[in-house]
């Protein structure tokens, strides 16, 4: 993480977007919002704060929605962190925009000031200070971090002017006409957002950015080629995580030295077990002897049995992997029991407490 350029004085408020339900990371999201879920040992957003406030962010409101209460009870009011932290709960979901909209009740900044708004899903090693003061040095009224990604259908699409002046804002289209995507993390003038219609659903994705370009408002885009993940599937999650352990992206939260595997208290790993690829391996769980554990999040409690074999998967809070099961790329729920022998991948989740019999399922979709 590259260190603020702007002067230790600089402090904002930023708005942290975290209401949505996360269905795309089901079943994990059926009990914990998706910003919450352990991520290289910590909730995920912890690592974002920690980045946020070393770029200067000091009071950040959390625009909640799903299971609103559990952000309270794992961030309280920041202290600890050396945040100022508060919460506004939409009772139904207003969408990104209404949430922005909603949220900006609690700012403290005056209508001119610039405030920082982050998607609660993405991890990113972009100078969030350098964003602002070129937001800020150009009198922008949104300025979009841009990266570039190989398949950009599934994302905002956001071509620029050689001056990157953003000209149109193409939300998931078939043929998109450039790799530059929305990255999530945007500076708005706060009079912008106070100009977004209160109470009401608004994507700032398909209505607000649209709207501001069409009304000829200086829309900016900020381009870099830093680390950026979107973590919003089961695939990308597993991949964010290790990435963190491993040390590709720095953060300031990760639990433990840069390694090939994070171990937290009480975990055990066998010396004839081999774990690596940026593994987490949770509280107390187990790793026997002969198993082989790469690139995945092992939940707290969970056990992995004599030559069980996990790649790139999840497995949840006391999950039990049974001797000679194979995983790749499959999400175990909380609690569910792999029997020994299946095979599961491309994809697999198993919902929580789901016990699979002996040999029961080869390469089965969800169980
Ligand atoms: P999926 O259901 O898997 O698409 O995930 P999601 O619900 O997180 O939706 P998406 O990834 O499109 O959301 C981007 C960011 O906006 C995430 O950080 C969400 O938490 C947040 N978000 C989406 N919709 C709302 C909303 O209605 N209210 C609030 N407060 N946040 C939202």
Known sequence: ?????????????????????????????????????????????????????????????????????????????????????????????????????NAAEALTCGPDAPVLVLNGDILSGHDIADQIRVHVERGASATL???????????????????????????????????????????????????????????????????????????????????????GTPAAFVRGSADLVLG???????????????????ATVSPEAKVGGGTVVGAGVSVEAGASVQGSVLGDGAVVEPGATVVDSIVGTGARIATGAVLRDVVVGDGAVIGPGNELAAGARVWPGVTLRECSVRFSSDV
Not at 48 to 66: E, H, M, N
Not at 184 to 196: L, M, P, T
């Open 1 to 101: 993480m590259r260190k603020s350029c702007l002067p230790e004085s600089a402090h904002y408020e930023a708005i942290l977007l975290v209401g949505g339900q996360g269905t795309r990371l089901r079943p994990l999201t059926l009990f914990t919002p998706k910003p919450l879920l352990p991520t290289a040992g910590v909730p995920f957003l912890a690592h974002q704060l920690a980045k946020a406030r070393s770029f200067g962010v000091r009071r950040i409101v959390f625009a909640t929605s799903y299971r609103a209460s559990m952000f309270a009870d794992a961030f309280g009011d920041g202290s600890s962190l050396g945040l100022d932290i508060v919460y506004m709960t939409e009772e139904t979901p207003l969408g990104t925009g209404g949430a922005i909209r």
């Open 248 to 266: 590709k992206l720095e953060s300031h939260a990760l639990p433990g030295p840069v390694g090939e595997f994070l171990l937290l208290d009480g």
């Open 145 to 231: 971090h841009l990266t570039e990604v190989d398949d950009p259908s599934r994302f905002g699409c956001v071509p620029t002017s050689p001056d990157g002046r953003v000209t149109a804002f193409l939300e998931k289209t078939p043929n998109p006409v450039t790799n530059r995507i929305n990255a999530g993390c945007y500076v708005f003038q706060r009079s912008v957002i106070d100009s977004i219609p209160a109470g009401q659903v608004v994507s700032v994705e398909r209505e607000t950015f649209p709207g501001l370009i069409e009304a000829g408002e200086l829309v900016l885009g900020y381009s870099d080629a830093s680390y950026w993940l979107d973590v």
